[in-house]
């Protein structure tokens, strides 16, 4: 109960916070060394690109304590400023983003503080303002749609070419969508939870494996996606990424009009040069198409 009460504080004040400045949407805005860049939105998703950094800071350690992951997710800045040209381009709106640019051997954005920083104080500040940034995209979303969509942007390495959806489902369980298993418990814990509460009409399953999931959505326009209709689970020996530290943070009851996944995303196709600004252009449309279909989240072109 503490915890929660310090969320809401924390939560009410970042409210406040994100109303004391006025941001120009398109335009990118960063803390004073220039460590994470905020770019302003119009329409409620909001973007986090955490692990696209290359900034290596010499005078910082790197990062080295117990489950220490240093990895880069190589061209996920890139990727994220495709999209934002593409909503520009064919809908005139701008998603919200916000990205480190500091090395994830320095810092790493989808871990709690003590992990994000190996015990480094001097990272706690790019770390807290990662965040409060966020927050405010969010803040500013909910106050003038009601309720945001909230993506995690990341890049795997695995060997299928394919989106890995992140809602918080472990790989072992992502049979169970297929089956006539009782999912409400699973729904529960899934980072689209408030968005089955904010609209009751939206069904768990459809969400994850019907004709209007993101997965089958995006897979029809030619990337495809796990989960979705058409891969509902993996094959023996596949990996999977389930969704990390911000999806399950920022789709909590902590920020209960908030809802949204974690995007592990394949290079060939989405994130190198050739595949991006097609890929971002069919992720704008999918996005508009699933605002639509499930959720009353309503977006004036």
């Not at 960063?30 to 860049?37: C, I, N």
């Not at 509460?197 to 768990?204: A, E, Q």
């Not at 495809?224 to 509902?232: D, G, L, Y």
Request: contains cysteine; aromatic residues 10%; neutral net charge.
């Amino acid at each position: 109960m503490k915890n929660l009460k310090l969320s809401i504080l924390l939560l009410v004040f970042f409210v406040t916070k994100s109303f004391s400045q006025t941001f120009e949407t398109g335009k990118s805005y960063f803390d004073e060394e220039k460590w994470t860049e905020f770019i302003a939105g119009d329409i409620p998703l909001v973007l986090s690109v955490p692990h696209g950094g290359t900034n290596l800071l010499p005078d910082v350690p790197l990062r080295s304590c117990k489950g220490a992951v240093t990895v880069t997710d190589t061209r996920t800045i890139e990727l994220a400023r495709e999209i934002q040209k593409a909503f520009k381009s064919k809908y005139g709106l701008s998603p919200y983003i916000v990205i480190c640019h500091l090395s994830r051997k320095n810092i790493d954005q989808n871990r709690e503080m003590e992990t994000a920083t190996c015990g480094n104080m001097l990272m706690e500040k790019p770390w807290k303002q990662f965040h409060d940034y966020i927050d405010t995209a969010l803040a500013q979303s909910v106050k003038k749609y009601g309720s945001a969509m909230y993506i995690d942007l990341h890049g795997h390495g695995h060997p299928n070419q394919r989106l890995e959806l992140g809602y918080g489902i472990n790989g072992n369980e992502l049979p169970d969508l297929s089956s006539d298993k009782d999912l409400s418990e699973l729904a529960k814990r899934s980072s689209v939870n408030n968005l089955l509460r904010l609209n009751p009409k939206t069904d768990f399953k459809d969400l994850m494996i019907g004709k209007n999931a993101f997965g089958t959505l995006i897979s029809k326009e030619g990337t495809p996606a796990i989960p979705s209709k058409q891969t509902p689970e993996l094959e023996d020996g596949e990996k999977y990424f389930n969704g990390g530290y911000n999806t399950r943070r920022y789709t909590s009851e902590q920020y209960p009009d908030v809802f949204g996944w974690q995007i592990e995303s394949n290079y060939k196709g989405v994130r190198d040069p050739a595949g991006r600004p097609v890929f971002a252009a069919a992720f704008a449309d999918v996005i508009m198409k699933y605002f639509k279909e499930n959720t009353t989240i309503k977006i004036s072109q």
